[in-house]
């Protein structure tokens, strides 16, 4: 763990308190999300970003260059995947299975918005981070089940989907 001055203080807002460190990492997320949806949506270079993750070959036809596209996506993701290690490595202690969690958690959020549906991310987040809220708090002995409640997640998503698709 990184060992900051700021990190056992806290701020009040409304009569609620958080921690600095994790309602900074909040913050700092909400701003890169908004800025990767809006280099996404509305920009040429992200435009051509989501040309080659549709298709590789049709992009280079109309003389997009795809490996330079894969590099820019590659680079983006290392980036982003720093800066989530920064925020964690100051609320958590580092151990080769730190990310764990995070990424099956990830994973269960990918699934249940859809591969490449990237307004879908934050609703299927907001709902699995409610589901395991409720189940920490409302079920007896519910801090153990948290870390299985992905699983009943991603199971619940791909049942609906091969449902609904029938």
């Known amino acids: 763990m990184v060992s900051t001055a700021y990190q056992g203080s806290t701020i009040a807002l409304g009569g609620i308190s958080f921690g600095i460190p994790p309602f900074a990492a909040f913050l700092l ?10 280099f996404l949506g509305k920009t040429r270079l992200g435009f051509a ?7 590789r070959l049709a992009p280079g036809l109309l003389g997009i260059e795809t490996q330079q596209i894969y590099l820019l996506a590659f680079g983006l993701s290392a980036a982003l995947a720093g800066i989530a290690g920064v925020m964690l490595s100051v609320m958590l202690y580092a ?14 959020i990918i699934v249940m918005a859809g591969l490449g549906n990237l307004r879908g991310v934050v609703p299927a987040a907001i709902l699995l981070a409610l589901a395991e809220a409720f189940v920490s708090t409302y079920l007896p002995g519910g801090g153990g089940w948290v870390e299985a409640v992905f699983f009943l997640v991603i199971f619940v998503a791909l049942t609906w989907r091969s449902w609904r698709t029938q």
């Open 29 to 38: 997320s909400v701003g890169l999300l908004g800025a990767l949806y809006w």
């Open 49 to 55: 970003v989501r040309a080659v993750a549709q298709n």
């Open 95 to 108: 151990s080769p299975t730190v990310g764990f969690a995070y990424t099956l958690k990830a994973f269960a």
